[in-house]
C-alpha cells in the first residue's frame, strides 16, 4: 500500500500553466506505473496521463497532448504533471494514482490514489 499526496493545484488564467506534484511514501515506488486521473463535476473520472515504471513510456489522452508532461524521479519517489496552455476544461480534481494492471486508462488498473487537487482554469 502506497500513500500519496498530490501538491500544485490552484487558480489561473487560461493560457497559463502549472506544476501538479505527487509524493510517494509507504510502498515501493520505482517498479510501478504511475498515472494522473482527474474529475470534473458531474463527471466520471478520466485518464489524463501516465508513465512508465522506469519513465520511459509516457501516455496522455489526445486532449492534453502537447500541453501537458508527466515525468517521475524514482530517488525522490515523485511524479509530476506539467500543465501548459490551460483551458477552462481543464478544470478539475487531479489524482496520482499507482498502477496495478494492464490496462493503461481504466480506474480500475490503478491500485492506490491520492486525495486529489483542485485545478481552476478561468476564461
Known amino acids: 500500500q502506497v500513500q500519496l499526496v498530490e501538491s500544485g493545484g490552484g487558480l489561473v488564467q487560461a493560457g497559463g500553466s502549472l506544476r501538479l506534484s505527487c509524493a510517494a511514501s509507504?510502498?515501493?515506488?520505482?517498479?510501478?506505473?504511475m498515472g494522473w486521473f482527474r474529475q470534473a463535476p458531474g463527471k466520471e473520472r478520466e485518464f489524463v496521463a501516465a508513465?512508465?515504471?522506469?519513465?520511459?513510456?509516457?501516455y496522455y489522452r489526445n486532449s492534453v497532448k502537447g500541453r501537458f508532461t508527466i515525468s517521475r524521479d524514482n530517488a525522490k519517489n515523485t511524479v509530476d504533471l506539467q500543465m501548459n496552455s490551460l483551458k477552462p476544461e481543464d478544470t478539475a480534481v487531479y489524482y496520482c494514482?499507482?498502477?496495478?494492471?494492464?490496462?493503461?486508462?481504466?480506474?480500475?488498473?490503478?491500485?492506490?490514489w491520492g486525495q486529489g487537487t483542485q485545478v481552476t482554469v478561468s476564461s
Open positions: 509507504g510502498g515501493t515506488f520505482s517498479t510501478a506505473r
Open positions: 494514482a499507482v498502477g496495478s494492471g494492464s490496462l493503461l486508462y481504466t480506474p480500475g488498473a490503478y491500485s492506490d
Open positions: 508513465v512508465s515504471w522506469n519513465g520511459v513510456g509516457t
